[in-house]
Every structure is written in structure tokens, then in C-alpha cells.
């Protein structure tokens, strides 16, 4: 018999474009929840109308899905952003979902129940092909899965969004989603907030089927690691112009937006945070100002020597942006040739952290 809480939880769905079958499959996922107490919000992220046909279709006669398609496009980050503004304010606990991942009979049950008074809870996960073949067991294959240390969720973050759970009071401080340069995620911006503002909780179940596609957001990013390590290597330590640059523009700045406004909303809300954590969003809020945020930047990836490898060394972006930043003030005040400023061409991931392409190429291969 399915069990039921006193109020429901609001699944919020992004939909782009889905595929027929896997969408049905993860709809039908939804459906045989042991939690029978919930509504699933779906954004359309204006996709054409045959597909809107197909989706209303398979959700045709179930009045628990509430489907709204948005009159242009938006992108992932701001669909996510306006599925998270339909929710009631009866929904208690919100969670996320894709549109062609398969969760697990208990996926919510469970979380819900291990969320207690924690902001947010999140589960592990079964990696495999769309046709069902399993690439790993865990996600956490090679990394260190990391959710207490905020400083570490802020460089790289550990909090899938389809993985959490959450309370609904978060979203009085995530919501608006702040516009920041590079790629903008919205699992990891709630995880920011939901870690700043309180605790976060894990089970180490398995609790849905997280699909890989060639050419999904993650792929790309993973496909850019692979090649020769050498070569990838000297190509960022050279690439002062691009990488360096690239460090300042997406991932420097990136992290200074999202601290700074975190620390402004829960300052206009007169909450108080933790002392380390508001010191490590402020330690980001100022950070192009401070040599000795560089200083940490630089120390930190040797954390790995003792297991704790969860950023896998993606502070190096940070400090090469830092670098770039101060090298760039110099040459700016001597007579020589204007630096190029602004971000550099190309797709932000392109840039991103060596060590994460890398173990995400790795995930996504089977047998690897």
C-alpha cells in the first residue's frame, strides 16, 4: 500500500524537446512511487507543437501533472527557475526531475524520510545507457562525494539536482536564480543556498537511473577532457589568453555573483548564517581583491593528498582566473599592447576544470 504524507511534494520536471519513450518511462516512474502524496510541475521549455501533443498525451487523465509550456525559449537553468515558481505553497518538500531519467519506486519515500531538519537530502545514483545498460553502480566512482564543506560544493559541486529533495522554504532565498557568467546550473546554485543556510543529508542508496547521452550538457564537458593528457596539460598552462581568461570570466566571477547575492538575500531576510560559512561566501565575494584567497586557492588541491579529492583540483581555475585578472591590471599600466578582456569564444565548459572532464569522460564510458 503506498504510503502518503500530510502534504504533498512538488516534483518540478524541465522539458526540452523529450524523447517519446524515455519520457514515458520516467513518467510512469513517477507514477508507481511508494509516496502517493505528490504533484509533478512540468516547464516546457517551448518545445514544437508535436511534442507538446506527445507530452500532454501521455500525461492525458492524471490530474496529479501540471503542464505549462513557455512561450519562448529560455535554457535549462531559467526552465528549471520557472518550474520551481509554480510550486503551491501547500507543497511542504520540492524535488527535481529530468525528463528521461527513471527513478526507483521509493526514490521519494526514502528521501523525504531521511530529510528530518536538514535543507536539503540527496541520494546516489545508477549511471547507464539509455537501453538500461548499467556504466556504474555509483556516481561517486574516483571522487571524493563531498557535502558539508561549502567552500568545496562552491568550486565543484557533489548535489545533483534530480538526485535532492528539499524544502519548499528554500526557494525564498534561490528564487530569482541569479544571472551569472559561464554555465549557469541550478542544482548547484541550490545547493549553495541550501548548504549556507543549513544542512544537507545523503543516502547512500541508489535511488534512480541517471541517463547518459552523447552530446548531453555533462557529455560535452566530459568529451572536451579526453586526448592527450600532456597536451591538454600545456595547452592550459599556456593558453594565457583563453584559459587563464576563462578562469576569470566563468568560474571567478561566476562564484562572486553567486556569493554575493546569497549573502545579500539572507542579509534582507535578517537571517543569521553559520560564522564559517558566511566567511567562506564572503572569502568568494571579495575574491579578485585578496591575495590571500589566491594563496588558499593554490594550497588547497593538495587536500587530495589525504582523500579529500572532491574538487579535483578545479581550484586551478579559479587561481589561473585570479592570476590572469592581476597580470592583466599590470599590463594595463605599462606601456604595451591592450590585453584582450571580456570572455573568451567558445563554449564555457570547453574551459572547465581538467580533473572534472576528465572523471565525468570516465563515468560515461562503460566498463571504464
Not at 2 to 9: G, R, V
Request: glycine share 10%; charged share 25%.
Amino acid at each position: 500500500m503506498p504510503s502518503s504524507t500530510n502534504h504533498p511534494i512538488a516534483i518540478c520536471m524541465a522539458t526540452y524537446e523529450p524523447d517519446a519513450d524515455l519520457f514515458a518511462r520516467q513518467i510512469e516512474s513517477i507514477r508507481s512511487q511508494t509516496s502517493n502524496s505528490w504533484i509533478c510541475l512540468i516547464s516546457d521549455d517551448h518545445s514544437t507543437d508535436e511534442s507538446v501533443g506527445m507530452i500532454e498525451g501521455i500525461l492525458a487523465g492524471d490530474e496529479r501533472f501540471r503542464f505549462s509550456r513557455s512561450r519562448k525559449r529560455l535554457g535549462f537553468y531559467r526552465n528549471f527557475e520557472r518550474a520551481l515558481g509554480m510550486v503551491p505553497p501547500e507543497c511542504e518538500l520540492v524535488a527535481l526531475s529530468d525528463q528521461d531519467d527513471f527513478w526507483h519506486p521509493e526514490k521519494l519515500e526514502t528521501l523525504a524520510g531521511l530529510i528530518g531538519g536538514r535543507n536539503l537530502v540527496y541520494s546516489d545514483m545508477r549511471l547507464t545507457l539509455p537501453d538500461g545498460t548499467e556504466l556504474s553502480p555509483t556516481f561517486w566512482r574516483g571522487r571524493r562525494n563531498e557535502y558539508g564543506n561549502l567552500a568545496s560544493v562552491m568550486i565543484a559541486n557533489t548535489i545533483t539536482g534530480s538526485a535532492s529533495l528539499f524544502r519548499r522554504e528554500l526557494l525564498d532565498t534561490a528564487l530569482p536564480f541569479p544571472e551569472n557568467p559561464g554555465w549557469q546550473f541550478h542544482d548547484h546554485w541550490l545547493a549553495i543556498c541550501a548548504l549556507a543556510t543549513g544542512e544537507v543529508g545523503y543516502s547512500d542508496r541508489a535511488l534512480y537511473d541517471y541517463i547518459q547521452h552523447a552530446g548531453a550538457v555533462l557529455g560535452q564537458v566530459s568529451g572536451s577532457g579526453t586526448g592527450s593528457r600532456l597536451k591538454e596539460w600545456l595547452r592550459e598552462l599556456t593558453g594565457f589568453g583563453n584559459y587563464w581568461r576563462a578562469g576569470y570570466y566563468f568560474d571567478v566571477l561566476r562564484l562572486q555573483a553567486q556569493a554575493t547575492a546569497l549573502l545579500e538575500r539572507t542579509e534582507a531576510a535578517g537571517e543569521q548564517l553559520d560564522r564559517g560559512k558566511a566567511s567562506t561566501l564572503r572569502r568568494f565575494s571579495r575574491a579578485e581583491r585578496s591575495i590571500l584567497t589566491l594563496i588558499w586557492l593554490l594550497v588547497r588541491p593538495f587536500r587530495a593528498l589525504v582523500g579529500r579529492n572532491e574538487t579535483l583540483g578545479s581550484e586551478t581555475c579559479l587561481s589561473r582566473g585570479l592570476l590572469w585578472r592581476r597580470i592583466t591590471g599590470i599590463r594595463q599600466k605599462l606601456p604595451l599592447p591592450e590585453p584582450p578582456t571580456g570572455p573568451p569564444p567558445g563554449d564555457p565548459g570547453a574551459y572547465g576544470p581538467r580533473g572534472i572532464r576528465r572523471w565525468r569522460a570516465g563515468q560515461i564510458r562503460p566498463g571504464a
